[in-house]
C-alpha cells in the first residue's frame, strides 16, 4: 500500500536524521540521547555505522557523505587512547559505554561494556561490507574495521571463567555479572567465537544458553525475556531466519520465529492489560528498556502506582508502570508485521504531540498525569540513538533484508555461527 510505504519512510528518514544531527562530524561520536551536554555512547556509534549505507540507498545521504562520516568514525577508534588509564577511549580492544562527544575520553566513570562494543563492532564490520569500492577511502573503512574488530581479546574478557564479563573499569576490575541467559548478548558470543585473534571457546556458547528460560504464557510457547529490545538487539544485524543452534533445534524453531512470538506475546499482554493501565489494547502495545516518568510513587483513582525513570520494562512479569515505547513496535516489523502495521498506524493517528523531532520519543505513559494535562499523559522529551538505530535498520530488513544481507558477506559472523552450533537455511 503506498500510503504504508509513505509513512515507513517517512519515519524512517525522521529516525536516521538522528544521527545526522546528534552526532560530531569530527570523530563520529553519536550522543547516547537528545539532551543538551549528553555524552555518546558506542551502541548509538555502531548502530550509526550500520544506519549510513541504508541512509546512502534511501537517499538520504550521498555515499561521499558516509563515506566521510564512516572513515572519521573509525580513525577516531583507530587513534584514540587506548590503555588502563581511567580516562582512556578503551582497553584491550573494548570501549568505554559512554565517552566524552569531543575529547572521545570516558565519561561518566562508564565501564568498558562487552556488550556495547559488540554493537560497534558489529557496526564497522556491516560499514566493511557495504564499503566495497576499489577507492582509497573505502579500502581504509575496510582496513580499519578488520584492524579494530581483531583488537578485541575475548578471552580477556571471559575473566577466567565460561560466559563473558559485563564489562570493566580501571578502578574495580571486571564487573561481577556475566552474560548467561537469553538476552541481547548473542551478537556477544557470535563476533567473540569468530574473532581469529583472541576467539571465545565453544563452551562460552554452552554456558550463556545453559540457563536459557523455555516458558508457555498465554499459549504461546517460547524462549523467555520480558523487555522486547531482548528479541531485536542481535536480530538487527543477524538474519535467524531457517538457522538454528542446538537449543532451537530441540524446539523445532530458530530465533527469528522466537522474536515473533515475544512480539505476539506483547501484543496480548496489553490486551489482557492485567494492571489497568490507560491506553493498553491490541493496537496500543511496546514494552522494553525506556525513559520513564519517575521516580515516583502516586495514588491514582486509589490505585497505588509505582512509576520509573529509565528501566528494563517486560511483560507479562514486569516491571511495568504503563510506559510504552513505540521505537520497539516498529523494531518488530520484520517478525510480526500483521500487527506491528496496524499499531504503527494507531500511534500516528495518537498525533503524539512531542513525537516530532526524529520520529517517535523514546516513549510515553498515558497513566501518568503530566502536567500541563495531555491526552496522552506523559511523553518522554528525548530521543535516543539506541531507540533511533533499530526503526531504521528493521524497516530496511522488512523492506528488502539489507542490512541481514550485507551481514552474511561478514566471514567472522559466518564462522561465530557455525562454532555456535548454527546450521541449516543460509548458512549451508
Known amino acids: 500500500m503506498p500510503e504504508q ?25 553519536v550522543q547516547d540521547k537528545s539532551q543538551q551536554g549528553w555524552p555518546a555512547s558506542i551502541a548509538a556509534v555502531g548502530l550509526a555505522l550500520a544506519a549510513y ?6 537517499g ?21 587512547a587506548h590503555g588502563p588509564e581511567s580516562d582512556a577511549t578503551g582497553y584491550k580492544g573494548f570501549y568505554y559505554h559512554f565517552l566524552d562527544m569531543h575529547s572521545g575520553q570516558r565519561a561518566w566513570g562508564s565501564e568498558l561494556s562487552s556488550v556495547d562494543t559488540a554493537f560497534l563492532l558489529a557496526g564497522m564490520l556491516a560499514a566493511a561490507a557495504y564499503f566495497q569500492r576499489e ?51 548473542l551478537i556477544i558470543y557470535l563476533l567473540g567465537l569468530g574473532s581469529p585473534t583472541h576467539p571465545l ?17 498465554y499459549g504461546i510457547e ?38 515473533r512470538r515475544a512480539t505476539l506475546l506483547q501484543q496480548q499482554y496489553a490486551i489482557r492489560n492485567p494492571r489497568g493501565f490507560a491506553h493498553y489494547d491490541k493496537f496500543c502495545w511496546g514494552i522494553t528498556a525506556s525513559d520513564g516518568p519517575g521516580p515516583k510513587t502516586l495514588r491514582l483513582d486509589g490505585v497505588k502506582r509505582v512509576f520509573f525513570d529509565y528501566i528494563a520494562r517486560g511483560a507479562p512479569f514486569g516491571p511495568d508502570d504503563g510506559t510504552l515505547a513505540p521505537w520497539a513496535v516498529v523494531a518488530s516489523l520484520p517478525f510480526a508485521p500483521e500487527i ?50 533499530p526503526i531504521v535498520l528493521m524497516i530496511e ?28 537455511g543460509w548458512l549451508e
Open 5 to 29: 510505504s509513505d509513512l515507513l519512510r517517512t519515519l524512517q528518514k525522521d529516525s536516521f536524521d538522528y544521527f545526522v544531527h546528534q552526532s560530531n562530524p569530527a570523530n563520529g561520536l
Open 135 to 185: 577507492t582509497a577511502e573505502e579500502d581504509e573503512i575496510r582496513r580499519l574495521a578488520d584492524a579494530l574488530y581483531c583488537k578485541a581479546d575475548w578471552q580477556w574478557m571471559q575473566d577466567g571463567a565460561a560466559a563473558v564479563s559485563h564489562g570493566w573499569t580501571p578502578e574495580k576490575g571486571f564487573l561481577p555479572y556475566r552474560w548467561q541467559g537469553y538476552d541481547e548478548a
Open 397 to 424: 530488513n522488512y523492506n528488502n533484508g539489507f542490512l541481514w544481507s550485507l551481514m552474511r558477506q561478514c566471514p567472522y559472523l559466518v564462522v561465530g555461527l557455525r562454532r555456535a552450533g548454527f546450521s541449516g
Open 222 to 259: 517460547f524462549l523467555y525475556a520480558g523487555p522486547l529490545f531482548i528479541h531485536q538487539l542481535s536480530h538487527v544485524w543477524v538474519d535467524f531466519r531457517g538457522i538454528r543452534d542446538a537449543f532451537m533445534r530441540q524446539y523445532d524453531l530458530d530465533y527469528f520465529e522466537n522474536s
Open 201 to 217: 571457546p565453544v563452551e562460552s556458547y554452552r554456558a550463556w544458553a545453559s540457563t536459557y528460560k523455555w516458558k508457555k504464557i
Open 53 to 58: 549505507p541504508v541512509g546512502v540507498q534511501q
Open 340 to 389: 506491528v502495521l496496524p499499531t504503527i498506524q494507531n500511534y500516528e493517528r495518537m498525533n503524539l504531540e512531542a513525537a516530532l523531532d526524529y520520529g517517535y520519543k523514546a516513549s510515553f505513559n498515558p497513566t501518568f498525569p503530566a502536567q500541563p494535562k495531555y491526552e496522552h499523559g506523559w511523553v518522554s522529551p528525548y530521543n535516543f540513538g539506541l531507540n533511533q538505530g
Open 60 to 80: 538520504f545521504m550521498t555515499r561521499y557523505a558516509a563515506v566521510k562520516r564512516t572513515l572519521a568514525t573509525l580513525r577516531f577508534f583507530a587513534n584514540s
